[in-house]
């Protein structure tokens, strides 16, 4: 059987010990072309361009009518 703490482990020093696992905030830059939001180092979901160059084909988007 393996050791057991002798008393309680304090949630104060479990959050300290934690405090390097929270989320951090997605890295956006603007797109050269249309200048929308998109994700570093990948194509541009809304007009397909990377680096200068057409890569994915962006279908238009549907209109209600």
Do not use: D, I, W
């Not at 180092?41 to 361009?49: D, E, L």
Request: some cysteine; proline content about 9%.
């Amino acid at each position: 059987m393996a050791p057991l703490p002798k008393r309680k482990y304090p949630k104060a020093r479990q959050g300290k010990r934690r405090s390097h696992l929270a989320l951090k905030p997605t890295g956006l830059s603007r797109c050269p072309q249309c200048r929308n939001a998109r994700l570093s180092h990948t194509a541009c979901p809304t007009c397909g361009f990377y680096k200068g160059t057409l890569v994915v084909e962006v279908k238009a988007a549907k209109v209600a009518e």
